[in-house]
């Protein structure tokens, strides 16, 4: 199905349908372990002594009798009765034995005592009561997640809320207990407004986006990322702090965390990338070569021939270059090099490049030929543009973004890739201005390689981004608010990480699970999404594949106007155990 193609889907319910109905006897059993409380409404329970004696209550009105059941499920071995005494025994009671005002104030006890443990995960406002934040607290340290919404691995998985004071993110974190991750929370200021928006159990690390040096100790043993932060000015250095500089930055210390646990374990680490070659001297250059050619036949060319060259070279400030200019109408220069992989490596085990490079920003092409390396006649050409900016960036390229400069060939295998070219074509260059203001001829190039890598496969996404759709932004800032998210996704992009990007509608407080969702990529949704439905998505977005490499839009459903639908409806689902995720992004398009 193509991107214009949108989904809606009902996200789970929420906690309220996790308590059942309440029979005469009074019940709330934890899965995570057996204890069990009984709470009569209207009878005693018999006392038991030493000795597997019991003593009978008095009996006043024999004439009204109650049946009352014991139970042994929670007795110890000795204190329960022989064999021959395990039977149920009647026993008379009357009104006048119990006292029904105490049993209803220790029956009410109770229940709110239940009551509010389970109300507390899901608060998503600030909690007031500091006994009630220690009964939250000592219950998750005690018990851990709830069973009934426990994800297996979770508890082996550690994820960093970047922003877990806002909307989503306090929400976001209590979804992540309840669940039984490791939660790490990355904020500005431990004031105690904040400690009191977050449980004890979450480890606060106090850090800003802005500040590379103070996210090193946010991402230490973190496997994953949510970020939710926002700028909350309209100040165009803020948006750029933290909406797109921001993410930047964190990507860039997930990745050297991940390194640095890639050279620990002896490069093994499935996070590990293949190395194809580095430009850390003037001996890794040997082995490119620098080509020229043009794309019309030479008895024409010549008619418009207005000189092209390009040299590759490693400066005295260490810096490896591919310069050069083509004036040359169809003409083009390249880079290109067989490659030479360690022993026992290919390129099938990886679902990528990623390229560091520096430069004036302009588009290149990179060639994949693929084939029989004994036989360089049978192998196939396959292209990918890519575009770098002004200074130094990553760029990412997928394999399954190469495409066969002949249709009819069949798709990249990147098991059979033997060679790898850059090539720079003055036709499709975007205007780039430069430094004083001046734009750049476009026929001339500037290209610094610092290195290039295989991308690990990798099944999982390692970083979500909640972005925004622009909608419910005033209009005079939102210009400047979608220039900066746009940005910050592209940086993500780029990184070479797992992401999974949600642009939702307008964010609405209001109780999640209610209604449907829609998924659509294309920016043409219109309607608003509660907080607590985008949490849900984040969290999900954790562990499933089809989250991976993803960007889409999300809202509530709605009804179009006919003949113009937007979306397919999916499924209807309405419980929490519902995998709605699974089957919306199935018919999305990656890398959008």
């Given at each position: 199905?193509?991107?214009?193609?949108?989904?809606?889907?009902?996200p789970?319910?929420?906690?309220?349908?996790?308590?059942?109905?309440?029979?005469?006897?009074?019940?709330?059993?934890?899965?995570?372990?057996?204890?069990?409380?009984?709470?009569?409404?209207?009878?005693?329970?018999?006392?038991?002594?030493?000795?597997?004696?019991?003593?009978?209550?008095?009996?006043?009105?024999?004439?009204?009798p109650?049946?009352?059941?014991?139970?042994?499920?929670?007795?110890?071995?000795?204190?329960?009765?022989?064999?021959?005494?395990?039977?149920?025994?009647?026993?008379s009671?009357?009104?006048?034995?119990?006292?029904?005002?105490?049993?209803?104030?220790?029956?009410?006890?109770?229940?709110?005592?239940?009551?509010?443990?389970f109300?507390?995960?899901?608060?998503?406002?600030?909690?007031?009561?500091?006994?009630?934040?220690?009964?939250?607290?000592?219950?998750?340290?005690?018990?851990?997640?709830?069973?009934?919404?426990?994800?297996?691995?979770?508890?082996?998985?550690?994820v960093?809320?970047?922003?877990?004071?806002?909307?989503?993110g306090?929400?976001?974190?209590?979804?992540?207990?309840?669940?039984?991750?490791?939660?790490?929370?990355?904020?500005?200021?431990?004031?105690?407004?904040?400690?009191?928006?977050?449980?004890?159990?979450?480890?606060?690390?106090?850090?800003?986006?802005?500040?590379?040096?103070?996210?090193?100790?946010?991402?230490?043993?973190?496997?994953?990322?949510?970020?939710?932060?926002?700028?909350?000015?309209?100040?165009?250095?803020?948006?750029?702090?933290?909406?797109?500089?921001?993410?930047?930055?964190?990507?860039?210390?997930?990745?050297?965390?991940?390194?640095?646990?890639?050279?620990?374990?002896?490069?093994?680490?499935?996070?590990?990338?293949?190395?194809?070659?580095?430009?850390?001297?003037?001996?890794?250059?040997?082995?490119?070569?620098?080509?020229?050619?043009?794309?019309?036949?030479?008895?024409?060319?010549?008619?418009?021939?207005?000189?092209?060259?390009?040299?590759?070279e490693?400066?005295?400030?260490?810096?490896?270059?591919?310069?050069?200019?083509?004036?040359?109408?169809?003409?083009?220069?390249?880079?290109?090099?067989?490659?030479?992989?360690?022993?026992?490596?290919?390129?099938?085990?990886?679902?990528?490049?990623?390229?560091?490079?520096?430069?004036?920003?302009?588009?290149y092409?990179?060639?994949?030929?693929?084939?029989?390396?004994?036989?360089?006649?049978?192998?196939?050409?396959?292209?990918?543009?890519?575009?770098?900016?002004?200074?130094?960036?990553?760029?990412?390229?997928?394999?399954?973004?190469?495409?066969?400069?002949?249709?009819?060939?069949?798709?990249?295998?990147?098991?059979?890739?033997?060679?790898?070219?850059?090539?720079?074509?003055p036709?499709?260059?975007?205007?780039?201005?430069?430094?004083?203001g001046?734009?750049?001829?476009?026929?001339?190039?500037?290209?610094?390689?610092?290195?290039?890598?295989a991308?690990?496969?990798g099944?999982?996404?390692?970083?979500?981004?909640v972005?925004?759709t622009?909608?419910?932004?005033?209009?005079?800032?939102?210009?400047?608010?979608?220039?900066?998210?746009r940005?910050?996704?592209?940086?993500?992009?780029?990184?070479?990480?797992?992401?999974?990007?949600?642009?939702?509608?307008?964010?609405?407080?209001?109780?999640?699970?209610?209604?449907a969702?829609?998924?659509?990529?294309?920016?043409?949704?219109?309607?608003?999404?509660?907080?607590?439905?985008?949490a849900?998505?984040?969290?999900?977005?954790?562990?499933?594949?089809?989250?991976?490499?993803?960007?889409?839009d999300?809202?509530?459903?709605?009804?179009?106007?006919?003949?113009?639908?937007?979306?397919?409806?999916?499924?209807?689902?309405?419980?929490?155990?519902?995998?709605?995720?699974?089957?919306?992004?199935?018919?999305?398009?990656?890398?959008?």
């Amino acid at each position: 199905m193509s991107a214009a193609t949108a989904t809606a889907i009902s996200p789970s319910t929420s906690l309220r349908n996790s308590l059942n109905s309440y029979p005469n006897w009074m019940k709330w059993s934890s899965p995570c372990q057996r204890t069990t409380f009984f709470v009569p409404r209207a009878a005693a329970s018999p006392d038991t002594g030493k000795g597997n004696k019991k003593r009978k209550p008095k009996v006043k009105k024999p004439s009204s009798p109650t049946p009352v059941t014991t139970t042994t499920e929670s007795m110890s071995e000795e204190e329960q009765p022989q064999p021959q005494q395990q039977q149920q025994q009647q026993v008379s009671l009357s009104l006048d034995d119990v006292n029904p005002v105490g049993l209803g104030r220790k029956s009410r006890q109770i229940f709110d005592d239940v009551w509010r443990k389970f109300s507390g995960l899901g608060q998503i406002s600030r909690t007031t009561r500091a006994d009630d934040r220690e009964a939250l607290d000592a219950l998750l340290i005690r018990e851990g997640p709830m069973c009934e919404f426990a994800i297996p691995g979770a508890q082996n998985t550690t994820v960093l809320v970047v922003g877990a004071t806002s909307r989503i993110g306090r929400i976001v974190v209590r979804k992540l207990m309840l669940r039984g991750y490791t939660v790490k929370a990355l904020v500005r200021n431990a004031d105690q407004d904040v400690l009191d928006m977050l449980p004890r159990s979450v480890e606060i690390v106090i850090g800003d986006v802005g500040d590379p040096s103070s996210l090193q100790a946010a991402v230490e043993g973190c496997n994953k990322i949510i970020y939710c932060a926002t700028a909350r000015s309209t100040i165009t250095g803020d948006l750029y702090r933290v909406d797109h500089q921001g993410v930047s930055n964190l990507t860039k210390a997930l990745q050297d965390y991940n390194n640095k646990l890639a050279q620990l374990r002896a490069g093994k680490s499935s996070k590990s990338k293949l190395l194809i070659t580095k430009f850390k001297s003037e001996d890794s250059l040997h082995g490119w070569e620098v080509r020229q050619g043009t794309y019309f036949q030479y008895v024409i060319a010549s008619k418009y021939d207005g000189g092209m060259d390009a040299k590759f070279e490693y400066t005295e400030t260490g810096q490896a270059v591919f310069s050069g200019y083509v004036f040359t109408r169809g003409g083009y220069v390249e880079l290109s090099k067989k490659l030479s992989l360690p022993l026992g490596s290919t390129l099938d085990r990886y679902e990528g490049l990623v390229l560091s490079v520096g430069g004036n920003g302009r588009s290149y092409v990179v060639i994949l030929e693929a084939g029989p390396s004994a036989d360089t006649t049978q192998s196939k050409l396959y292209f990918a543009r890519i575009n770098t900016k002004i200074g130094f960036c990553r760029v990412r390229v997928p394999f399954s973004s190469f495409r066969p400069v002949k249709p009819d060939d069949p798709p990249l295998d990147p098991f059979l890739v033997h060679t790898l070219t850059i090539r720079f074509e003055p036709r499709r260059q975007r205007p780039v201005e430069g430094s004083a203001g001046m734009k750049q001829d476009p026929r001339s190039f500037k290209l610094i390689l610092e290195y290039i890598k295989a991308l690990p496969t990798g099944q999982e996404t390692d970083f979500i981004l909640v972005s925004c759709t622009g909608l419910g932004v005033e209009p005079n800032r939102r210009e400047q608010v979608l220039k900066a998210k746009r940005a910050g996704e592209d940086s993500l992009r780029r990184s070479g990480l797992g992401y999974t990007i949600i642009r939702p509608g307008p964010l609405m407080e209001e109780p999640g699970g209610q209604r449907a969702l829609i998924f659509d990529q294309g920016n043409r949704i219109s309607q608003g999404i509660s907080c607590a439905d985008v949490a849900d998505i984040c969290v999900k977005a954790l562990h499933d594949s089809t989250a991976r490499n993803k960007s889409f839009d999300v809202c509530h459903e709605y009804v179009a106007e006919q003949g113009r639908e937007l979306y397919e409806l999916v499924a209807h689902l309405p419980d929490k155990a519902n995998n709605y995720l699974t089957p919306a992004l199935s018919v999305l398009e990656k890398n959008t």
